[in-house]
């Protein structure tokens, strides 16, 4: 039912990755990096490809660009050499610059990542013995100003493009080396580093949605990254009238930040709960699992030392989600400089857990992971706009008194 909490000791390692960029906007091309199906066949005729070829160039370099990974037209062998030309001539192939990585004594990977206007997000690589999670952000900064969270003391900047979001996922597998060979399929070379995708990173996805949408829908592609829709995972804080645009138009696993039993608390904890109350998230909740052929919502929950982690607590959250298929994730608090709170004790969580697993739901504990490098849930904040609050500055921010 629950995982033992790692201590993490050994070194971290970090190196310094640039990678060569072109500039799209200066010479005028365009990436075809973030273009979906139908924004790629719109951009090959207006460069110039004829109607009666059209399909058969937008699977051509649709499979070079996202199941390949190929960055370089000449390497296209099976179009044109003057094809190839018009294609460079047009358009680049461009990924976000990864500034820094960091590997955590786990094993874990953070990624700093450069995307345009010199803005900076974080994505985190999580290996696992029977998966790879690559935890990926929509927005630099946050909106929604949760008071456990390191991101959320980062105000929104802007938001990520649907290239910015899936090319995460693209320079996380140039780092694994996964891409195949090209002519070979994806599960050729057995199972795959990187088999999950998470949007937990920074931001709120659902406030994002036209390029969380777009791009998750290059990452299902079948003849692309090919990752199952039940591969994938959207975390929201509670977006409601984007919750069935989600089931509907991504049909991705969801993932609600729950964290709280009574509105009273969620409306400190997470304070979106003031405009859309826990009643009022849960109704919309209830008809996910059905829209999106899902089997079950994942509700995340933080454990925060005397604030939300009691066994009436526990009971509570019990009878809330009754009726509504489900997974309970409970989440040791992962602490940051200046943080209003601290983690629950491990005796406490698991007690909270034991009373959520007899009341018949999947309850287990996360592993924090990355933590020495601050990648861990509720953590990622990008170094260049840390700016630091003193702890009194915060809590008065999360109406806990100065």
């Known amino acids: 039912m629950s995982e033992s909490l790692p201590h993490a000791s050994a070194p971290i390692t970090q190196d310094v990755v640039t990678i ?23 951009a090959l005729a207006a460069a110039g490809t004829p109607e009666n070829q059209l399909k058969m160039r937008v699977n051509q370099v649709w499979q070079w660009v996202y199941h390949w990974g190929v960055r370089d037209f000449d390497v296209m062998t099976n179009l044109s050499k003057d094809f190839r030309r018009l294609l460079a001539e047009t358009f680049v192939i461009e990924l976000p610059e990864v500034v820094t990585r960091e590997i955590s004594a786990d094993g874990t990977r953070k990624y700093l990542v450069r995307i345009a206007g010199g803005h900076e997000v974080e994505t985190v690589y999580i290996p696992e013995s029977d998966r790879g999670t690559l935890c990926i952000s929509s927005q630099v900064g946050c909106t929604l100003t949760c008071s456990f969270c390191h991101t959320g003391t980062q105000k929104l900047v802007r938001n990520l493009t649907a290239g910015e979001i899936v090319g995460q996922i693209m320079l996380a597998r140039d780092d694994l080396g996964e891409w195949p060979e090209p002519g070979k399929g994806t599960g050729d070379a057995g199972p795959r580093l990187l088999s999950n995708v998470v949007l937990m990173g920074m931001g709120e996805p659902l406030y994002n949605f036209e390029a969380v949408r777009d791009a998750m829908r290059i990452a299902m592609d079948g003849e692309g990254i090919a990752l199952s829709r039940r591969r994938i995972t959207l975390s929201t804080s509670g977006v409601v009238p984007e919750i069935a645009r989600a089931a509907t138009e991504i049909g991705c696993l969801l993932a609600v930040s729950f964290h709280a039993t009574t509105d009273a608390v969620r409306d400190k904890l997470v304070p979106i709960n003031k405009r859309w109350n826990i009643e009022t998230l849960l109704d919309t909740l209830r008809d996910y699992p059905r829209l999106s052929n899902s089997e079950r919502i994942t509700f995340e929950y933080v454990m925060l030392k005397g604030v939300n982690d009691s066994d009436a607590d526990a009971r509570r959250l019990v009878q ?37 697993h007899k009341a018949g739901y999947a309850s287990p504990i996360r592993t924090p992971r990355g933590e020495d490098i601050m990648a861990a849930c509720g953590q990622l904040k990008s170094a260049t706009e840390r700016a630091r609050k003193s702890r009194a500055q915060i809590a008065a921010e999360a109406g806990l008194g100065g």
Do not use: C, H
């Open 20 to 42: 060569p960029r072109k500039d799209a906007v200066g010479d005028g091309r365009v990436n075809l990096v973030g273009l979906t199906r139908d924004g790629m066949r719109e």
């Open 320 to 356: 809330l989600i009754s009726g509504i298929p489900a997974k309970i994730n409970l989440i040791p608090f992962n602490e940051w400089p200046g943080a209003p709170y601290e983690r629950s004790d491990w005796d406490r969580i698991q007690a909270f857990a034991d009373i959520v």
